[in-house]
């Protein structure tokens, strides 16, 4: 991706962002949205310049933003998107929209009337903030119903289960329907002009041109289609690629295990080996996906959402499956995530399961293999000692090499293992929000 990172609190931070502002101010000023007759006459289908300036900066956002990401200069993962409260979300457009109505601003144009000397938009301006002050001090009254109803990072295409290139598609055909029939409804309600003297067919060249550019936009996104999470990776570049070189994600199994200790951290063990790996013997409270699987939506999300106090391991036999899912689940913008080092290989020759329940086999693979290199004599999935070395006892732990009839021990107490040394390398990190506010 290109080099667009800003640091917050720099000089550069503060011009690029206060430049943004400033133009969009300019903008609204220009399309008089600092006019509460103008903002107003919305509603009465007398003047729809608020819906059609609002819907064009939304929908060449789209096209530009999806285009971007396409063509691999932005990274849409690393771009915050409010998260969706929905039945509160719909509460708060009802009471915005009639503070709309009734006041003639949104918070936003408010702003620009107020920069405008409006003693309207100051006066609107002033109820905004007041507004604001008061619902802070009371929300913890109603804060069961203000964090209802949470679906987290919500996006069209997963409402409406299509690619990016169709949804900006459909998003653009519908603004452009709407621009048409605002037109018409300007001409009945704006003009006072009858129905049957309204000409159906839009006349101005410019704007049809203009539409048709920016549905062909469109179209050029949707064809190209979103890189996929491997070539992400590619273009993050060597910032990226550091980590892996340096073998920074590559996680020694006695930190695993310390972690699994520690109260203060949830760790998040995804085993990418096959069903019959996996049952031969997995560690305890490991989830089996298959790695294709990872990218899916009902898999993806709760990675990307998880909280910043969890850590995420990435488990094949080897290194080389855990690290190609690695690489992609860090294109898509996955924090807190790592790879076991040696794979489970590693892990049991680190923590051994007792002979006779699996032994090396006869001609081990390569290091970089991601082949087994334990031959087992039968399924013991997580009932091993060795899958939970952080627990110095369970009667959970059977004693495998005793006969049960003869009286074997009915149960295990306690293993000693090796106290490993090993250098930290898990970093809890957590993303910061940079959020916007309302036109």
Known sequence: MLPYTLTSGTLGYALVFGAIGFGFGVALELAGFGDTRKLAAQFYFKDLTVLKVMFTGIIVAAV???????????????????????????????????????????????????????????????????????????????????????????????????????????????????????????????????????????????????????????LVVAVRGQPTPEEKFALLGADARRPVEERGIFVHPGEVVALRNDLNVQVVVLDLRDEHDFNLFHLGGARRIAPEALFRPETLKPLLE????????????????????????????APNLYVIEGGMNGWLEKYAVPACVAEPAASA???????????????????LPAAWP??????????????????????????????????????????????????
């Open 64 to 218: 530009l933003v999806a285009g971007a990401t396409a063509f691999g200069l932005l990274d849409m993962s690393r771009v915050w998107v409010n998260p969706t409260y929905l039945w509160p979300g719909i509460v708060g457009g009802l009471v915005m929209g009639v503070g709309f109505i009734l006041g003639g601003f949104c918070p936003g144009t408010a702003v620009v009337g107020a920069s405008t000397l409006k003693i309207d938009g100051m006066l609107f301006l002033g109820g905004v903030l007041a507004g604001a002050g008061l619902f802070g001090e009371t929300v913890g009254h109603f804060e069961t119903f203000f964090m209802s109803s949470s679906m987290g990072r919500f996006t069209l295409p997963e409402l409406f289960g299509l690619p990016v290139g169709a949804t900006v598609m459909l998003v653009v055909a519908m603004a452009l329907a709407m621009f048409w029939g605002a037109e018409l409804l300007e001409r009945r309600f704006g003009q006072g002009r009858p129905w049957k003297e309204i000409a159906l067919a839009p006349r101005s060249f410019a704007k049809l041109a203009a539409a048709g550019l920016l549905m062909a936009l469109a």
């Open 306 to 333: 998880q909280p910043a106090s969890t850590v995420t391991f990435l488990v094949s036999n080897g290194e080389a499956t855990a690290l190609a899912a690695w690489k992609g689940l860090e294109a898509m913008g």
């Open 365 to 383: 693979p390569a290091a970089s293999s991601d082949a087994p290199r334990f031959r087992f004599a039968y399924a013991t999935g997580a009932s």
């Open 390 to 439: 952080e627990l110095p006892h369970s009667r959970a732990f059977r004693s495998p090499c005793e006969d049960p009839v003869s009286g074997g021990a009915p149960d295990h107490e306690g293993t000693t293992w090796p106290a490993y040394a090993f250098a930290k390398k898990v970093k809890l990190q957590s993303k910061a929000a940079v959020k916007g506010g309302c036109g």
